[in-house]
């Protein structure tokens, strides 16, 4: 597995390039959250995946709310493709492989040290924003079960409306995840947060 680096420049480049693009395609991002995140706990961040954007709307989450070091875990095969991406904080996973136990220890390492927060988005593949039932693929219990420290489980919905404007925009719907720390609760959760926003979208 390709593990998480960390290089100030090409975050800088990262963050720099996509609020530029963000700008020209985007006619505002809105982040609605009322999420405390206590100082102690690393945070596990689950978010929609359906488009070409969504590690620069997880960056901006952890760089604009929870103010973690930023890690999210990625197809290997993407990420060969697109290697500047690791010196901004994103590993690899392969699935079918003997590596995907090595990149499921290496988030529980990550999550046990309370500076870190780490994305997943847990299809695994990207899928329409229409699509409000995310299966999570399996591992996500073996994180959950691995993790030594404490940490919260937050939900992340992210979701684009032209309304009445020539560009869209982008809403960011947060929510802390209390229940148990399973897979399949967890999920369940989603589902009924999902739904909520869209809801609050059409509002």
Not at 82 to 110: H, P, Q, W
């Amino acid at each position: 597995m390709i593990k998480a680096r960390h290089n100030r420049f090409y975050i800088w480049f990262f963050w720099s390039y996509f609020n530029w693009m963000r700008k020209i395609h985007f006619r505002k991002m809105s982040i609605r959250s009322a999420v405390p995140i206590p100082e102690h706990e690393s945070i596990l961040l689950f978010q929609n995946h359906f488009s070409w954007w969504d590690g620069y709307w997880s960056y901006a989450l952890c760089r604009n709310v929870f103010k973690r070091k930023f890690h999210v875990m990625m197809l290997e095969e993407q990420l060969r493709k697109r290697m500047f991406l690791n010196r901004c904080g994103i590993y690899s996973v392969r699935k079918n492989n003997r590596d995907f136990l090595d990149s499921l220890a290496y988030t529980t390492e990550l999550l046990d040290n309370p500076k870190n927060l780490v994305t997943i988005y847990p299809s695994g593949a990207l899928l329409s924003q229409h699509q409000q039932n995310v299966p999570f693929l399996r591992g996500i219990d073996m994180v959950l079960k691995g993790v030594s420290g404490p940490f919260a489980i937050v939900l992340a919905v992210v979701l684009i409306d032209y309304f009445s404007f020539v560009r869209p925009e982008i809403r960011i719907y947060v929510q802390n995840y209390s229940g148990e720390k399973t897979a399949k609760a967890i999920e369940n959760a989603y589902l009924v947060f999902y739904q909520s926003c869209i809801s609050k979208q059409t509002e």
